[in-house]
């Protein structure tokens, strides 16, 4: 059983560095083929697809986030990381760390386990 696990700071002021870490385990992010992927979803809103990182290290970003955005990795510690900068208040949302078969998605059976997730505000 895959297990994902969110980790982070809940409140990020304005214009600092938003940084969340997803710790994996019952299987590898290294392992072929999957996609580990960031997704947020504020109050009201659907499902938004952040970015992901291939098993290969390779990333993918959403065009609208791409600017703000980096995923990685630290495949010793079967870890993977995202960076948003310069938030906003517009940022509040829950974060999510979710494995796939293909990068993006906006609906959760898009993806086969998921973290809970970790609220995350940016005070106005």
């Known amino acids: 059983q895959v297990q994902l696990q969110e980790s982070g700071p809940g409140l990020v002021k304005p214009s600092q560095t938003l940084s969340l870490t997803c710790t994996v385990s019952?299987?590898?992010?290294?392992?072929?083929?999957?996609?580990w992927n960031w997704i947020r979803q504020s109050p009201g809103k659907e499902l938004e697809w952040m970015g992901a990182?291939?098993?290969?290290?390779?990333?993918y970003y959403s065009p609208s986030l791409k600017s703000r955005t980096s995923i990685s990795r630290n495949t010793s510690k079967n870890q993977f990381t995202l960076q948003l900068t310069s938030v906003t208040p517009e940022d509040t949302a829950v974060y999510y760390c979710a494995r796939s078969q293909h990068p993006g998605g906006s609906h959760w059976s898009n993806y086969d386990y998921r973290g809970q997730g970790t609220q995350v505000t940016v005070p106005s």
């Open positions: 019952g299987g590898s992010i290294a392992a072929y083929y999957y996609y």
């Open positions: 990182i291939h098993y290969t290290g390779y990333t």
